[in-house]
């Protein structure tokens, strides 16, 4: 069960707070990010909010202080003297902001990976088009499990994250139908990742598995019971891991 700090919703015309509303399943786009540390950073931070603006106005909510406005939220609910380690959630729709903050924890090291078939609407955004996939969430631990994602065999992303799949020394992820997360986008900016059709069926080719994603960072996962795949090392995992180290080390504090 998560554990909220807070869980409030606005009016996005004049920033009125009204009863909370988490928005699944309206016609929206959220997006989540690791905020941590006293005074408090946020990972990616101006990422997540180029990319959120970004899918709205594809999703055609448009307002001419949009920015302003979530910024706005985003710093009525957050305080310098807090010691965070937690995921903020931001969540709009035509009338709507509504924001959480949940404490994040950490993935275990014995972490596995169950895949269902399932096929997301628009899944090149991170809309609220989303109980589907929290109905598998809420059944388990996700510090030791996620749920996959696949459709018509294809392996598409998990229920929280990036998929990346390594052997040989290289890095593969899926060719499309999978929103892709600014964890993801930070080691693709530095890292040669290849797309590939990946299927179920021939993950026993890869040594690695390792997912990316705000709420977990990176994962190696250790195993994949349906097709009894087991890693076989953890070599690159230690390296992706160091490299989002970085990342963290050189965060900026958060501008309120």
Same mark, same amino acid.
């Not at 998560?2 to 009204?18: G, P």
């Not at 929290?134 to 510090?143: C, E, P």
């Not at 499309?176 to 797309?195: A, C, D, L, R, V």
């Not at 160091?242 to 900026?252: E, H, V």
């Given at each position: ?8 919703? #606005? @009016?996005? =015309? ?6 909370? /509303? ?35 106005? /594809?999703?055609?909510?448009?307002? /001419? ?13 957050? %305080?310098?003297?807090?010691? #965070? ?17 949940? $404490?994040?924890? %950490? ?6 990976? /169950? ?9 090149? !955004? ?6 589907? *996939? ?12 996620? *749920? ?12 929280? %994250? ?12 899926? =060719?499309?139908? #999978?929103?892709?997360? @600014?964890?993801? $986008?930070?080691?693709?900016? @530095? ?14 080719? #890869? ?12 994962? %190696?996962?250790?195993?994949?019971? @349906? ?9 690159? !995992? ?6 989002? $180290? ?7 504090? !958060?501008?309120?």
């Amino acid at each position: 069960m998560a554990t909220f700090l807070l869980k409030k919703s #606005y @009016q996005l =015309k004049n920033l009125k707070e009204i009863k909370f /509303k988490d928005l699944w399943e309206h016609h929206g786009i959220f997006t989540t990010m690791w905020i941590f540390g006293k005074p408090p950073k946020i990972l990616f931070f101006n990422n997540h909010i180029r990319k959120l603006i970004s899918s709205l106005v /594809k999703y055609k909510i448009k307002n /001419k202080f949009l920015k302003k406005n979530i910024v706005s939220v985003i710093n009525e609910n957050l %305080s310098k003297k807090t010691n #965070y380690n937690h995921l903020l959630r931001v969540a709009i729709n035509k009338d709507i902001i509504s924001i959480s903050l949940r $404490k994040r924890f %950490s993935p275990k090291l014995n972490f596995n990976l /169950k895949f269902i078939n399932l096929k997301r609407d628009r899944p090149e !955004y991170k809309n609220l088009k989303y109980k589907k *996939i929290l109905s598998h969430l809420k059944k388990i631990d996700n510090t030791m499990s996620d *749920i996959g994602i696949m459709n018509k065999g294809k392996v598409l992303e998990t229920g929280t %994250s990036n998929l990346l799949f390594i052997k040989d020394k290289k890095v593969f992820t899926p =060719k499309k139908n #999978y929103y892709q997360g @600014q964890t993801f $986008k930070y080691f693709k900016s @530095q890292i040669n990742i290849i797309k590939k059709d990946i299927y179920l069926n021939d993950l026993k080719e #890869y040594d690695e598995i390792l997912l990316l994603g705000s709420g977990k960072g990176v994962v %190696s996962v250790k195993k994949i019971e @349906q097709i009894q795949w087991k890693r076989k090392s953890l070599r690159n !995992y230690k390296i992706f891991f160091n490299r989002y $180290k970085n990342a963290i080390k050189n965060c900026d504090k !958060y501008k309120f």
